[in-house]
C-alpha cells in the first residue's frame, strides 16, 4: 500500500463532506417557461377595470368558471379558499402575499354583480372578473383555457363546458404550478407552500 494514498473509506467521506457543501439546485416548477398567462382586460366586481398588470407584485391564484356552475365551479373554488385559509394558519406573512381570482367563461349571464356574489360566497377577498364576450374569449386564449357555450332548452338555461385548472402564478406574472383542488385543501396548502416565498 502507498503510504501517501488515502484509504478508500476516508476518499469517499471526502467525496460525500464535499458534496454535502455544494448548493443544491432549488427545485423548479412545473410551468417554469410556459406560455400560460398574459393581459386581459376585464371588469372586476365593483364595476372596475384591471389588466392582468394590476396583480403584479402579489401572486395570483387564477380559475375560469361561471357562476351558474351545479358542482365543479364552486368546489374548485372553495377547496382554493380552504387551502389558503390553511397556508395562512402556518405561513401568514406569505399568504398575505397571494390573490385568488374568479374568472367567468360565461359573459352573457356572469354580470360584475353576479360575479361578485359568487366570489364573496368563498372569501371576501377573491377577485371576481367578467367582460364582453370578446374580452373574455381573450384572457382565456392568453391563459390557455378552452370553454364553450352548451345547447339550452330554454332561454338563459345552459351549461358550459370548460378547463378546470387551478393556477399558481409569481408575483412576476410567470406561471409556477397547477393547484390540486381535486385533493383537498390541505393539498392546495402543500402546493402553496412549495412556491410562495
Known sequence: MNRGAMPRSLMILALFAIAACQPVPAEQPPLAGAA???????????GQTRRWADF?????????????????CPTDV????QGLRR???EHPEDAAKVRQIFISVDPERDT?????????AFGKDIVGLTGTPEQVAAAARAFKVYYSKGESE???????DHSTVTYLFGPDGEPLATLPTDQ???????????WVR
Open 112 to 120: 360584475p354583480e353576479v360575479v361578485g356574489e359568487f366570489a364573496s
Open 36 to 46: 400560460i398567462g398574459g393581459d386581459f382586460t376585464l371588469v372586476d366586481q365593483t
Open 184 to 194: 383537498g385543501a390541505d393539498a392546495v396548502a402543500a402546493e402553496l407552500a412549495k
Open 154 to 160: 330554454r332561454p338563459g338555461t345552459y351549461m358550459v
Open 78 to 81: 372553495q377547496r382554493t379558499a
Open 56 to 72: 403584479r407584485g402579489r401572486y395570483a391564484v387564477v380559475y375560469f368558471g361561471f357562476t351558474y356552475c351545479p358542482d365543479v
Open 87 to 89: 397556508f395562512a394558519e
